[in-house]
């Protein structure tokens, strides 16, 4: 019976301590989830319910793209612009509307991961993915940004992510659109994009030139003074004379285009590997753009050569003044040959899908009702963070983040504590009642007894409290410690920031240019 009593009373226990546990992680649950989607839901689930990340997957997937966007900001701004206090710059106007350099983070941040929830949820509902092939080759892409192997295994293990959770956040998710941009408007997809369509907006959105380009500053970039650009717009005037007289116009790109290198300059095999495509650009192919002007992704030409080139017809010629230079340009036919319209076939299919996929997509955000969580993302702003990418870690630093990932939150100190307590009340209670039955026992039962068949003496007084017959059930003990120890790997496992310092030596350069001359 007594036995039955202990039982009682370490459940009575543990019940109480549950309470305590209880009070502790629900103090806590605002800062340990990053979002609640329709009906509450923290987790993200597929269209039947199952679960695509928990909850504590998701708030590390928003810390992740809060640290890399923070970080890969300051590297840019003390890189370009010398700035040398950052936390200090955040709190600088990004506009004139008064938000400041951190707001405007923090709003990249909410973006990338809310495009991140969108995109992860319609893969799994359309059952898309990556080939292994797409994954090298985006890995080969992230390559190029000099994030050492080295780094990216600290970081995982600051931040609480496995290499492949990374990999997924940084490098394949961003790069799913395009999937569902083959899937919807590919061919045989549900909203097929013809190739009928697309070379019909080829021809009618896009314009081929060459040109023939005269700079207003000298070698070393200082303007030229009054008489020497009249000298050069005098030129360009001469130029264009001949040009129209059935002069060739590759033969003055040669002699005369300061965009033009003489291949024979050049020593260096590299810089005359580079010479060389830009030059077959200006003799052969030209330059193909669009309505607003774009030459490719991340190049634009000047408004006022645009809007000349697509009002003239094919094989003439016109000169443009822009603020940087001087333009003669001559307009040539798109369809030449067909290699210039499969270099931009891709190009065309996607600026006809992605204004139809943008609707898609902002469908699916809307359907999801993501409501980011304040009191979690604060945690993690900007300010509140420091330098993880793009820097050399110090031994000193490795301790701080080390210590910092694997401390203990204050919940599961208070946890620890009540568990430690309830355990020793037990132990104390357990020994008050065997001492007091044992003393029962000195009154009522002799200290020996013989056993009259094989004249042994049996000492009694060791074993404790014998069950009242052979025939009760048994009963075991629950142990309270496998009860309230600390679950680390469970998926609702208590999110933790753990950044630690580091250097801020930088090593990443913008590589995003534009033409606007």
Same mark, same amino acid.
């Given at each position: ?122 893969? $799994? ?5 990556? +080939? &292994?092939?797409?994954?090298? !080759?985006? #890995? %080969?892409?992230?390559? =190029? ?108 790109? $040669? ?5 033009? +290198? &003489?291949?024979?300059?050049? !020593?260096? #095999? %590299?810089?005359?590997? =580079? ?116 820097? &050399?870690?110090?031994?000193? !630093? ?120």
């Amino acid at each position: 019976m007594v036995i039955k009593k202990i039982v009682a009373i370490v459940l009575s226990l543990c019940v109480l301590t549950g309470i305590f546990a209880g009070c502790a992680s629900s103090s806590l649950s605002n800062t340990e989830y990053a979002v609640t989607f329709a009906d509450g839901e923290k987790d993200l689930k597929d269209k039947d319910g199952n679960v695509i990340a928990t909850s504590a997957q998701l708030a590390k997937v928003y810390k992740l793209y809060a640290q890399y966007l923070r970080d890969f900001y300051e590297n840019y701004v003390k890189t370009v612009y010398a700035v040398t206090d950052f936390n200090a710059y955040l709190t600088q106007s990004a506009d004139s509307s008064g938000k400041t350099v951190e707001d405007y983070l923090i709003q990249q941040t909410q973006s990338a991961f809310t495009e991140y929830l969108v995109i992860k949820k319609q893969m $799994k509902d359309l059952g898309l993915s990556f +080939t &292994d092939e797409e994954k090298q !080759t985006y #890995e %080969e892409t992230y390559a =190029s940004q000099g994030i050492s192997e080295e780094q990216t295994k600290e970081i995982c293990k600051t931040i609480g992510i496995s290499e492949e959770e990374y990999k997924d956040c940084l490098i394949y998710v961003p790069n799913g659109y395009t999937h569902f941009i083959d899937y919807f408007y590919g061919p045989g997809g549900e909203e097929e994009i013809s190739e009928e369509t697309i070379r019909n907006s080829y021809n009618e959105n896009y314009r081929r030139f060459k040109c023939i380009l005269l700079l207003k500053t000298d070698a070393s970039g200082n303007t030229l003074t009054t008489n020497e650009l009249t000298t050069k717009q005098q030129k360009a005037d001469s130029i264009l004379q001949q040009v129209n007289a059935g002069a060739s116009f590759e033969d003055f790109i $040669k002699s005369d285009s300061e965009a033009y +290198t &003489d291949p024979s300059t050049v !020593t260096d #095999e %590299e810089s005359l590997e =580079s010479v060389n495509k830009t030059n077959d650009m200006l003799l052969n192919t030209g330059y193909i753009i669009d309505s607003n002007g774009s030459l490719d992704s991340v190049s634009q030409i000047d408004s006022s050569v645009t809007e000349q080139v697509f009002s003239m017809n094919v094989g003439e010629s016109a000169m443009i003044e822009t603020t940087t230079a001087f333009w003669v340009v001559k307009l040539y036919d798109l369809n030449e040959s067909e290699d210039l319209y499969n270099e931009k076939r891709d190009e065309v299919f996607y600026s006809l899908a992605s204004p139809k996929y943008s609707a898609k997509y902002t469908q699916w955000e809307q359907d999801m009702s993501i409501t980011l969580n304040e009191e979690f993302t604060n945690t993690v702003k900007p300010s509140a963070l420091t330098t993880l990418f793009y820097s &050399d870690t110090s031994s000193d !630093t490795n301790q701080v983040a080390e210590k910092q990932t694997t401390g203990l939150s204050v919940a599961q100190i208070v946890i620890i504590g009540v568990c430690a307590f309830v355990v020793l009340v037990a132990v104390l209670v357990i020994l008050m009642i065997v001492l007091s039955n044992r003393n029962k026992k000195k009154e009522t039962e002799p200290l020996v007894s013989t056993d009259a068949s094989a004249n042994v003496v049996v000492d009694n007084s060791d074993l404790g409290d014998l069950p009242e017959s052979s025939t009760e059930e048994s009963t075991s003990v629950i142990d309270i410690n496998s009860i309230n120890s600390d679950q680390t790997s469970t998926d609702d496992e208590e999110y933790k920031p753990v950044f630690g310092e580091t250097s801020e030596d930088s090593s990443k350069t913008d590589n995003d240019s534009s033409t606007n001359q």
